[in-house]
């Protein structure tokens, strides 16, 4: 009955690979979100879907590719992995757009390039 | 919302004690100001929230006050106990429709 899940909970990894995060929320709602907590705990969004459809795209580099197949999944994939990408990822949801709407987060993928 | 600074980043208080931890914002026309509460190896959880019409918001021990004048907004846990240990994060609304989280403040209450 987990809200908001994510796999793997851990991804250790080569520089160079290519890799993919799933995300899945069973919440109905419309909004789907991926997050970056680097080392210092600093949590920044990168991708924002709306019903499948892209809506927030931050400065992110083009190695990471967001995926929404249906309203309930939002995967992460990222090519030619660095180690700056090491950080933990967090998907989350809400029921609507915008920020007035509570964001239920996934437990988190902790990624490590070495 | 677009800028948000967040003070103390660490937090060590007596169990029991009170905690506040404070936020400025630096868009004026922002006009709602979440609390998130990340537990150790959890992602962050909304624990209370304040809408700009209102100067003061409680929920048991837990209460955040605003100053639209000045701008910012502060978390209070009173009666800190030990399960209050995390890492805090206030928010606000950015630009592009999304929320614009500080930088985290860690709290630990010691038994």
């Known amino acids: 009955d987990t809200a908001v899940s994510q796999t793997p909970k851990y991804l250790v990894t080569q520089m160079g690979n290519d890799k993919s995060i799933k995300c899945e929320q069973n919440l109905g709602h419309d909004t789907m979100y991926w997050y970056k907590q680097d080392s210092k705990k600093f949590l920044k969004i990168m991708f924002s879907y709306n019903n499948k459809e892209l809506i927030i795209n931050e400065t992110v580099p083009n190695r990471f590719s967001p995926k929404s197949p249906d309203k309930a999944h939002l995967n992460l994939h990222i090519n030619s992995l660095e180690l700056g990408d090491s950080a933990v990822y967090f998907c989350?949801?809400?029921?609507?757009?915008?920020?007035?709407?509570?964001?239920?987060f996934g437990p988190g993928t902790r990624l490590t390039v070495l | 919302g677009e800028n948000v600074e967040q003070h103390p980043s660490t937090l060590s208080v007596q169990e029991g004690d009170s905690a506040v931890i404070k936020c400025t914002y630096s868009d004026s026309a922002s006009n709602y100001f979440p609390w998130y509460k990340q537990e150790l190896g959890k992602g962050p959880q909304l624990i209370i929230d304040i809408r700009s019409n209102v100067g003061e918001k409680k929920d048991q021990r837990i209460a955040v006050t605003l100053n639209k004048t000045a701008k910012h907004f502060s978390l209070h846990i009173t009666e800190t106990q030990p399960e209050d240990s995390a890492v805090y994060f206030c928010?606000?609304?950015?630009?592009?429709?999304?929320?614009?989280f500080g930088k985290g403040t860690k709290l630990s209450v010691k038994p």
């Open positions: 989350a949801s809400s029921l609507g757009v915008g920020p007035y709407n509570e964001q239920f």
């Open positions: 928010a606000a609304p950015g630009s592009q429709g999304n929320l614009i």
